[in-house]
T-cell receptor, first 113, second 112 residues
Framework: DVKVTQSSRYLVKRTGEKVFLECVQD?????MFWYRQDPGLGLRLIYF???????EKGDIPEGYSVSREKKERFSLILESASTNQTSMYLC????????????FGPGTRLTVT | GDSVTQMEGPVTLSEEAFLTINCTYT??????LFWYVQYPGEGLQLLLK?????DKGSNKGFEATYRKETTSFHLEKGSVQVSDSAVYFC???????????FGSGTQLTVLP
Protein backbone atom coordinates (compact mmCIF):
# COMPACT_ATOMS: atom_id res chain seq x y z
CA ASP A 1 0.00 0.00 0.00
CA VAL A 2 1.20 3.48 -0.89
CA LYS A 3 2.48 5.42 2.08
CA VAL A 4 3.71 8.96 2.68
CA THR A 5 4.55 9.77 6.26
CA GLN A 6 5.34 13.09 7.91
CA SER A 7 7.41 13.34 11.06
CA SER A 8 4.88 15.20 13.21
CA ARG A 9 1.14 15.84 13.11
CA TYR A 10 1.40 18.93 15.32
CA LEU A 11 4.37 21.19 15.99
CA VAL A 12 4.71 24.38 18.02
CA LYS A 13 7.82 26.54 17.53
CA ARG A 14 8.94 30.01 18.55
CA THR A 15 9.66 32.89 16.22
CA GLY A 16 13.23 32.75 14.93
CA GLU A 17 13.71 29.02 15.49
CA LYS A 18 15.00 26.77 12.72
CA VAL A 19 12.32 24.20 11.89
CA PHE A 20 12.67 20.90 10.05
CA LEU A 21 9.66 19.09 8.60
CA GLU A 22 10.41 15.59 7.39
CA CYS A 23 8.60 13.53 4.78
CA VAL A 24 9.27 9.91 3.84
CA GLN A 25 7.71 7.83 1.06
CA ASP A 26 8.09 4.10 0.66
CA UNK A 27 7.04 3.81 -3.00
CA UNK A 28 10.36 4.55 -4.76
CA UNK A 29 8.78 7.68 -6.26
CA UNK A 30 10.90 10.11 -8.27
CA UNK A 31 8.99 13.30 -7.48
CA MET A 32 8.30 14.83 -4.09
CA PHE A 33 6.48 18.03 -3.22
CA TRP A 34 5.85 20.38 -0.29
CA TYR A 35 2.63 22.40 -0.11
CA ARG A 36 1.13 24.65 2.51
CA GLN A 37 -2.62 24.69 3.06
CA ASP A 38 -4.40 27.80 4.31
CA PRO A 39 -8.15 28.44 4.58
CA GLY A 40 -9.54 30.12 1.49
CA LEU A 41 -6.26 29.71 -0.40
CA GLY A 42 -6.23 25.98 -1.03
CA LEU A 43 -2.82 24.35 -1.37
CA ARG A 44 0.16 26.30 -2.65
CA LEU A 45 3.37 24.69 -3.88
CA ILE A 46 6.49 25.66 -1.94
CA TYR A 47 9.19 23.44 -3.49
CA PHE A 48 9.42 20.21 -5.40
CA UNK A 49 12.12 17.72 -6.27
CA UNK A 50 12.28 15.42 -9.28
CA UNK A 51 15.43 13.53 -8.27
CA UNK A 52 17.90 13.18 -5.43
CA UNK A 53 19.68 16.48 -4.77
CA UNK A 54 17.50 18.20 -7.40
CA UNK A 55 14.99 20.83 -6.40
CA GLU A 56 12.90 23.55 -7.94
CA LYS A 57 11.02 26.49 -6.49
CA GLY A 58 7.27 26.43 -6.49
CA ASP A 59 4.93 29.37 -6.20
CA ILE A 60 5.83 30.51 -2.66
CA PRO A 61 9.45 29.52 -1.84
CA GLU A 62 10.37 32.63 0.16
CA GLY A 63 11.41 31.80 3.72
CA TYR A 64 11.80 28.08 2.98
CA SER A 65 14.48 25.72 1.76
CA VAL A 66 14.50 21.98 1.07
CA SER A 67 16.83 19.04 1.13
CA ARG A 68 16.68 15.70 -0.66
CA GLU A 69 19.74 13.60 0.14
CA LYS A 70 17.97 10.26 -0.33
CA LYS A 71 15.25 9.32 -2.77
CA GLU A 72 12.71 8.46 -0.11
CA ARG A 73 13.14 11.55 2.09
CA PHE A 74 12.31 15.20 1.40
CA SER A 75 12.81 17.79 4.12
CA LEU A 76 11.34 21.27 4.36
CA ILE A 77 13.38 23.79 6.34
CA LEU A 78 12.23 27.06 7.82
CA GLU A 79 15.50 28.88 8.44
CA SER A 80 13.98 31.40 10.87
CA ALA A 81 10.35 30.69 11.60
CA SER A 82 7.90 33.57 11.55
CA THR A 83 4.27 33.80 12.64
CA ASN A 84 3.08 34.05 9.03
CA GLN A 85 4.43 30.54 8.48
CA THR A 86 1.81 29.13 10.84
CA SER A 87 -0.02 26.72 8.55
CA MET A 88 -0.76 23.12 7.57
CA TYR A 89 2.12 21.60 5.59
CA LEU A 90 1.44 18.71 3.24
CA CYS A 91 4.01 16.50 1.57
CA UNK A 92 3.25 14.50 -1.59
CA UNK A 93 5.03 12.18 -3.98
CA UNK A 94 4.49 10.86 -7.49
CA UNK A 95 6.09 8.08 -9.48
CA UNK A 96 7.66 9.86 -12.45
CA UNK A 97 7.42 12.80 -14.82
CA UNK A 98 4.61 11.11 -16.69
CA UNK A 99 2.67 10.17 -13.60
CA UNK A 100 -0.45 12.13 -12.82
CA UNK A 101 -1.36 10.97 -9.36
CA UNK A 102 0.23 12.51 -6.30
CA UNK A 103 0.02 10.69 -2.97
CA PHE A 104 -0.28 12.89 0.08
CA GLY A 105 0.85 12.53 3.67
CA PRO A 106 -1.49 13.40 6.56
CA GLY A 107 0.01 16.86 7.08
CA THR A 108 1.86 18.72 9.84
CA ARG A 109 0.07 21.57 11.55
CA LEU A 110 2.78 24.06 12.48
CA THR A 111 2.12 26.89 14.90
CA VAL A 112 4.76 29.60 15.27
CA THR A 113 4.34 31.76 18.37
CA GLY B 1 0.23 32.15 -14.54
CA ASP B 2 -2.02 29.15 -14.25
CA SER B 3 -4.93 29.34 -11.85
CA VAL B 4 -8.00 27.42 -10.70
CA THR B 5 -11.20 29.08 -9.51
CA GLN B 6 -13.52 26.98 -7.45
CA MET B 7 -17.05 27.47 -6.17
CA GLU B 8 -17.13 29.15 -2.78
CA GLY B 9 -18.26 27.08 0.15
CA PRO B 10 -19.36 25.82 2.46
CA VAL B 11 -22.04 23.70 0.82
CA THR B 12 -24.63 21.90 2.94
CA LEU B 13 -26.93 19.28 1.40
CA SER B 14 -29.37 16.69 2.60
CA GLU B 15 -28.60 13.04 1.96
CA GLU B 16 -29.56 11.90 -1.58
CA ALA B 17 -29.45 15.47 -2.95
CA PHE B 18 -27.70 16.30 -6.23
CA LEU B 19 -24.25 17.85 -5.95
CA THR B 20 -22.46 20.27 -8.27
CA ILE B 21 -19.22 22.01 -7.39
CA ASN B 22 -18.07 24.41 -10.09
CA CYS B 23 -14.46 24.64 -11.20
CA THR B 24 -12.92 26.77 -13.95
CA TYR B 25 -9.28 27.12 -14.89
CA THR B 26 -6.86 29.43 -16.67
CA UNK B 27 -3.81 27.83 -18.22
CA UNK B 28 -1.69 27.90 -21.31
CA UNK B 29 -1.35 24.69 -23.22
CA UNK B 30 -3.21 21.52 -22.29
CA UNK B 31 -3.23 20.81 -18.57
CA UNK B 32 -4.58 17.68 -16.95
CA LEU B 33 -7.44 18.27 -14.50
CA PHE B 34 -8.16 16.64 -11.16
CA TRP B 35 -10.50 16.51 -8.22
CA TYR B 36 -8.94 15.66 -4.88
CA VAL B 37 -10.86 15.01 -1.65
CA GLN B 38 -9.71 15.59 1.93
CA TYR B 39 -11.59 13.81 4.69
CA PRO B 40 -11.32 15.23 8.22
CA GLY B 41 -7.87 14.75 9.72
CA GLU B 42 -6.42 13.17 6.59
CA GLY B 43 -4.27 14.11 3.62
CA LEU B 44 -5.66 14.56 0.13
CA GLN B 45 -6.73 11.64 -2.02
CA LEU B 46 -7.21 11.62 -5.76
CA LEU B 47 -10.92 11.34 -6.54
CA LEU B 48 -10.87 11.50 -10.35
CA LYS B 49 -8.90 12.90 -13.25
CA UNK B 50 -9.13 13.82 -16.94
CA UNK B 51 -6.08 14.25 -19.12
CA UNK B 52 -7.54 15.71 -22.33
CA UNK B 53 -10.51 17.65 -23.63
CA UNK B 54 -13.88 15.86 -23.52
CA ASP B 55 -12.54 13.16 -21.17
CA LYS B 56 -14.88 12.24 -18.36
CA GLY B 57 -13.39 11.20 -15.05
CA SER B 58 -15.50 9.14 -12.67
CA ASN B 59 -15.12 7.42 -9.33
CA LYS B 60 -17.41 6.50 -6.39
CA GLY B 61 -20.43 8.01 -8.17
CA PHE B 62 -18.68 11.33 -8.81
CA GLU B 63 -18.15 12.58 -12.36
CA ALA B 64 -16.47 15.53 -14.07
CA THR B 65 -15.98 16.32 -17.76
CA TYR B 66 -13.02 18.27 -19.15
CA ARG B 67 -14.60 21.10 -21.18
CA LYS B 68 -11.93 22.99 -23.08
CA GLU B 69 -14.39 25.43 -24.70
CA THR B 70 -15.60 26.67 -21.31
CA THR B 71 -12.33 25.88 -19.43
CA SER B 72 -14.35 24.03 -16.83
CA PHE B 73 -14.25 20.77 -14.86
CA HIS B 74 -17.37 20.75 -12.69
CA LEU B 75 -17.81 17.95 -10.14
CA GLU B 76 -21.22 16.22 -9.95
CA LYS B 77 -22.84 13.42 -8.00
CA GLY B 78 -26.40 12.34 -8.37
CA SER B 79 -27.09 11.32 -4.78
CA VAL B 80 -24.74 12.34 -1.97
CA GLN B 81 -24.24 10.41 1.25
CA VAL B 82 -23.23 11.53 4.73
CA SER B 83 -19.86 9.84 4.13
CA ASP B 84 -19.18 12.28 1.26
CA SER B 85 -18.73 15.11 3.76
CA ALA B 86 -15.23 16.42 3.10
CA VAL B 87 -13.29 19.23 1.44
CA TYR B 88 -13.05 18.98 -2.35
CA PHE B 89 -10.21 20.54 -4.34
CA CYS B 90 -10.05 21.12 -8.06
CA UNK B 91 -6.53 21.15 -9.51
CA UNK B 92 -4.58 21.25 -12.74
CA UNK B 93 -1.16 19.82 -13.49
CA UNK B 94 1.55 20.87 -15.85
CA UNK B 95 5.28 21.10 -15.91
CA UNK B 96 8.23 18.77 -15.70
CA UNK B 97 7.06 17.00 -12.54
CA UNK B 98 3.35 17.49 -13.18
CA UNK B 99 3.18 19.87 -10.25
CA UNK B 100 -0.34 20.79 -9.16
CA UNK B 101 -2.10 24.14 -8.97
CA PHE B 102 -5.10 23.96 -6.64
CA GLY B 103 -8.34 25.84 -6.21
CA SER B 104 -9.30 27.15 -2.79
CA GLY B 105 -11.35 24.09 -1.82
CA THR B 106 -15.07 23.58 -1.13
CA GLN B 107 -16.29 22.23 2.19
CA LEU B 108 -19.23 19.86 1.70
CA THR B 109 -21.44 18.79 4.59
CA VAL B 110 -24.15 16.20 3.99
CA LEU B 111 -26.88 15.97 6.62
CA PRO B 112 -28.83 12.75 7.30
Amino acid sequence: DVKVTQSSRYLVKRTGEKVFLECVQDMDHENMFWYRQDPGLGLRLIYFSYDVKMKEKGDIPEGYSVSREKKERFSLILESASTNQTSMYLCASSLSAGSYEQYFGPGTRLTVT
Amino acid sequence: GDSVTQMEGPVTLSEEAFLTINCTYTATGYPSLFWYVQYPGEGLQLLLKATKADDKGSNKGFEATYRKETTSFHLEKGSVQVSDSAVYFCALSKGSARQLTFGSGTQLTVLP
